[in-house]
């Protein structure tokens, strides 16, 4: 039998689509293989800047490796912890809140005292020009968060201004800050909540060691 009688036999047609499928898997495994470590690192790199930008100060210990889980009623929250000598002095972690045009994820980091350290915003779809304003390459006003807490300023005044708050707002996108301001404040509950947890304390009879 000569090749070309072989070829057109139904089995060399199999054997050959499977030779291409098998060969073509593996080339995708390798590709995939070969390209996640340089994903990881890139994804790396960029959450390192983003703990950065708002946990400004040296720390003695690799926060992408030091962190904590926690659960809320929606969703679970991966907390980064900063330390000195071996204690927590501020935590970094993600809080959403809901823009105009969908959802608005934020960067947050606090200190062990409540106070706001920094607070940046890693991906929203607000209307450039408008609601675009929280960017930091826009505006100043996302740096306003610095150094605030759970009384600074009061309860009642955790809003923008147009609903009796401190906060300034946006000439015709109210509803970015206000997602903002939101996710913020719902960021210093949570600290404040999950406190023990976060510094990673201890509970003893009579208090908090």
């Not at 090749?3 to 036999?9: A, H, I, T, V, W």
């Not at 060969?23 to 495994?29: F, G, K, N, Q, Y």
């Not at 912890?81 to 608005?104: H, L, M, N, T, W």
């Not at 600074?152 to 809003?159: C, G």
Request: aromatic fraction near 8%; charged fraction near 25%.
């Amino acid at each position: 039998m000569d090749f070309e009688q072989l070829r057109g036999k139904l089995y060399y047609q199999v054997l050959l689509l499977g030779g291409v499928a098998l060969v073509t898997t593996a080339a995708l495994a390798f590709a995939d293989k070969s390209t996640s470590v340089d994903i990881a690192a890139a994804q790396a790199r960029d959450m390192q800047q983003s703990l950065t930008q708002v946990l400004p100060g040296r720390y003695d210990n690799d926060l992408l490796k030091d962190t904590v889980l926690l659960a809320t009623q929606s969703e679970e929250v991966t907390v980064y912890r900063a330390r000195r000598v071996g204690r927590v002095e501020a935590v970094v972690f993600k809080v959403s809140g809901p823009g105009y045009a969908g959802p608005i994820d934020c960067m947050m980091g606090i200190d062990r005292g409540g106070h706001i350290t920094g607070v940046r915003v890693i991906k929203h779809k607000e209307t450039p020009g408008l609601g675009d304003k929280i960017e930091p390459a826009k505006g100043r006003w996302i740096y306003d968060f610095e150094d605030k807490s759970l009384g600074n300023p009061s309860a009642d005044k955790w809003y923008v201004k147009k609903d009796g708050g401190v906060f300034d707002q946006f000439a015709g996108a109210t509803i970015t800050p206000r997602g903002v301001v939101r996710a913020v404040k719902g960021g210093l509950d949570f600290f404040e909540k999950n406190r023990v947890q976060l510094l990673d304390e201890t509970v003893v009879k009579g208090g908090k060691s």
